[in-house]
């Protein structure tokens, strides 16, 4: 099985941008696909963006559409989010996931443990 690990956030004015990465431990994203969700405080966690790692499709939440992009590489064995025009309302912690294609589309299985990103106005 494969462990998402994160990294790459931390603290940026509104209007910056952030890259956050998630790597592959354990095996390689192959068969998977890759999405970010983030949880605010006191709010659900709600789902950011997806990518299917060998067909490279993606999809994004309506919030960040235009604003965020996900992308992966494959040698690297990594899953980015690239996220420009930083709001406010972006502030969460960031949690990379990963199911495998056969996978109910509502469920991961396989979490990482999260990285802050905080946007100050």
């Known amino acids: 099985q494969v462990q998402p690990v994160e990294s790459g956030g931390g603290l940026v004015q509104a209007g910056g941008s952030l890259r956050l990465s998630c790597a592959a431990s354990?095996?390689?994203?192959?068969?998977?696909?890759v999405a970010w969700f983030r949880q605010a405080p006191g709010k659900e966690r709600e789902f950011v963006a997806v990518?299917?790692?060998?067909?490279?499709?993606?999809s994004y939440t309506d919030s960040v559409k235009g604003r965020f992009t996900i992308s992966r590489d494959n040698a690297q064995k990594t899953v980015y989010l690239q996220m420009n025009s930083l709001k406010p309302e972006d502030t969460a912690v960031y949690y990379c996931?990963?199911?495998?294609?056969?996978?109910?589309?509502?469920?991961?299985?396989?979490w990482g443990q999260g990285t802050q990103v905080t946007v100050s106005s």
């Open positions: 996931a990963a199911a495998l294609y056969s996978t109910r589309q509502s469920d991961y299985p396989y």
């Open positions: 354990g095996r390689t994203f192959s068969g998977y696909r």
């Open positions: 990518i299917r790692w060998s067909a490279g499709d993606t």
